[in-house]
């Protein structure tokens, strides 16, 4: 049995809303339609029934800036599709494309998906549930798939905020101890949730949350002026669990000072708005994020703590999820780590499509002391990419799209970072921490890299500027690269300064 939802539209069939707010003098520059509901680009069949196809916009350049007042250019974006459908058998696709294109790949590339061109249709078969994404010769425009199992959500029924197939505008959901909240896999819930101490949560159902409709209107990403497509702050025990979140004004899933937080299968796409990171923990203890898809115009996943709670961040777990990075890092411990100690942090079993700054990443920022780290089992892609860049002045123009460059594929560094300072009512005051923090005790295990040619030599930099204390005890047990085990670093470009006991061990 297939399951493929199909939206209820409004208005003229296509287009559902323009992202306007009473703040609309910051969003110049963005008068095209944000929210889009259908993509004309793709046709897809599923097992020869035909399946409807979502709008997702996304970053066409890693073009980044700090919040400058206004949204960012329409230009810098382009046109992307997905599909969530939910099956308990093989399901067999065909995909047609109005994008002229010679060859067709589908990532993660450690399921060893054959496609197969058939009448101008791109056929291939998935076995099991999962995210996968259909490139049609490189990485622009693509096909995001989401799998998923069957399920039956019997809580439905009993949900404080229950969200029926079609159109919805709560704008913010605030959250109260043990709520419910419901989407169905055909609901479009135009807002954000929020949460300020609740407990005992649940989100769930399979739809859309879509952040299109708020404009984002302070630099700041640590106060809820901008809330994202999901905000909470000094909440326990919340699930989230098979929802999509699209369009976020900001960080698109963000947590502050919490607890036992239970994050599964979740996908995060369509995001192109400045400093629109994937999932941000910050300052929270026994979280874990599982089964889920992530692409995000900036870090995907980022272990943060911040001056405003004193919490250590601790039992954090990232677990079989397929990344995406458009922009900055992808499994990245930091930058901001004004806390005292970070321990029992995990990113397992995961595929990393594509890569920017840097793939498995502590960026010790701060202060902290970074210890007890572990990267397992984790599928690296590396190819070259765009050159991503900062744009500084409102007229700039990206200029790299025809150079290239390939990602660190292990980045460990305290350089100092400004961290913002929550005093200022806007959040603009910037202050460096007086002393550089330490990380020791990180272990890569079962790192596979995948690279796209032999002439790629993976990056590896472990490097303090704090002269007085090396960092110490890094292990890499069974790195591989594409497929072969190496016990020495030789195909490897590697800096490593004031940092002690490097092991690599083979088989």
Not at 53 to 59: A, F, G, Q, Y
Not at 120 to 141: I, R
Not at 198 to 219: L, P, Y
Not at 376 to 390: A, C, G, K, S, Y
Request: some cysteine.
């Amino acid at each position: 049995m297939i399951k493929t939802p199909k939206l209820k539209l409004r208005n003229d069939g296509k287009r559902v809303c323009l992202a306007r707010t009473e703040y609309g003098q910051y969003a110049k520059g963005t008068d095209e339609i944000i929210f889009k509901a259908l993509n004309e680009n793709f046709e897809v069949a599923l097992n020869g029934e035909s399946c409807e196809v979502r709008e997702c916009r996304v970053s066409a350049v890693p073009f980044n800036r700090p919040w400058p007042g206004k949204q960012r250019q329409f230009e810098q974006t382009e046109s992307a599709g997905f599909i969530s459908f939910a099956a308990d058998e093989t399901v067999t696709l065909s995909v047609k494309s109005k994008k002229t294109f010679e060859k067709a790949l589908v990532r993660p590339k450690s399921k060893k998906i054959k496609t197969e061109i058939k009448d101008e249709a791109v056929v291939f078969t998935l076995k099991e549930p999962g995210s996968y994404v259909l490139e049609l010769d490189d990485s622009h425009n693509v096909l995001h798939i989401f799998f998923n199992p069957i399920k039956e959500y019997k809580e439905a029924e009993q949900a404080t905020h229950y969200f029926g197939p079609g159109m919805h505008f709560p704008g913010i959901i605030s959250l109260r101890d043990n709520d419910r909240v419901y989407i169905d896999p055909e609901a479009v819930v135009f807002g954000s949730i929020h949460s300020r101490g609740a407990k005992n949560v649940k989100i769930f159902g399979g739809g859309v949350i879509d952040n299109s409709c708020e404009e984002r209107i302070t630099e700041n990403a640590y106060e809820d002026h901008t809330k994202g497509c999901f905000r909470i702050y000094n909440s326990e025990n919340i699930e989230v669990s098979d929802i999509i979140l699209t369009n976020s004004s900001t960080w698109v899933l963000s947590m502050f000072n919490c607890s036992n937080i239970k994050i599964d299968n979740v996908k995060i796409v369509g995001q192109w708005r400045y400093n629109a990171d994937g999932i941000d923990v910050v300052n929270s203890d026994h979280v874990t994020i599982t089964n889920s898809f992530i692409r995000a115009f900036d870090d995907v996943i980022s272990i943060k703590a911040i001056y405003d709670h004193n919490k250590p961040v601790e039992n954090i777990v990232v677990d079989n999820c397929v990344l995406w990075c458009d922009w900055g890092k992808t499994c990245e411990v930091g930058v901001e780590t004004a806390g005292k100690e970070y321990k029992n942090i995990v990113f397992k079993n995961c595929d990393i499509l594509h890569n920017m700054l840097a793939a498995l990443c502590v960026s010790n920022g701060y202060y902290a002391e970074i210890h007890d780290v572990l990267f397992e089992n984790i599928n690296v892609e590396l190819q070259e990419e765009m050159v991503f860049d900062f744009q500084r002045e409102e007229n700039q123009v990206y200029e790299w799209s025809h150079k290239k460059r390939v990602p660190y594929l292990v980045l460990v560094r305290n350089d100092p970072y400004e961290l913002r300072v929550i005093e200022s009512e806007d959040g603009s005051i910037r202050k460096a921490a007086d002393e550089l923090g330490d990380v020791h005790d990180v272990v890569y295990k079962n790192i596979n890299v995948i690279t796209e040619n032999e002439g790629i030599k993976p990056c590896i930099i472990i490097t303090s500027k704090n002269p007085e204390k090396n960092f110490n005890n890094f292990t890499f047990e069974n790195l591989c690269l594409n497929g072969v085990k190496v016990d020495n670093f030789d195909s490897f470009d590697t800096i490593f300064s004031n940092v002690d006991n490097i092991i690599i061990t083979g088989c």
